[in-house]
């Protein structure tokens, strides 16, 4: 079975920066698409990035282009959310989902089967 744990949590001020970190346990995330979403209060929880299990599939929410990056280390089982020139709009639960093959769109929280626990990040000055 699948885990998945979030790490970073932080408050950054507005055009800070802040790595999160989603190490898995149980099994290789290896053959995973993995994406990340957000959740503010009282919003339905979004897609932000994702990288598929070929490290050149990477995609942004129009939102975070340009700011924020995403990448993995197979061998550390550990996928990276890189998060600059942060707003104070990006303040959020930040989750990690492992999506199997074959791959659904990104930002499809029902297409994901394993899910971290999230993550709070606070933006604000």
């Known amino acids: 079975q699948l885990e998945l744990v979030e790490s970073g949590v932080g408050l950054v001020q507005p055009g800070g920066s802040l790595r999160l970190s989603c190490v898995a346990s149980?099994?290789?995330?290896?053959?995973?698409?993995i994406g990340w979403f957000r959740q503010a209060p009282g919003k339905e929880r979004e897609g932000v990035s994702c990288?598929?299990?070929?490290?050149?599939?990477?995609l942004h929410a129009d939102s975070v282009k340009g700011r924020f990056a995403v990448s993995r280390d197979n061998a550390k089982n550990t996928v990276y959310l890189q998060m600059n020139s942060l707003k104070p709009e990006d303040t959020a639960v930040y989750y990690c989902?492992?999506?199997?093959?074959?791959?659904?769109?990104?930002?499809?929280?029902?297409?994901?089967?394993?899910w971290g626990q999230g993550t709070q990040v606070t933006v604000s000055s």
């Open positions: 149980g099994s290789t995330l290896e053959p995973f698409a």
């Open positions: 989902a492992a999506d199997p093959p074959p791959f659904g769109r990104y930002d499809d929280v029902g297409g994901y089967d394993y």
């Open positions: 990288i598929g299990s070929v490290a050149g599939d990477i």
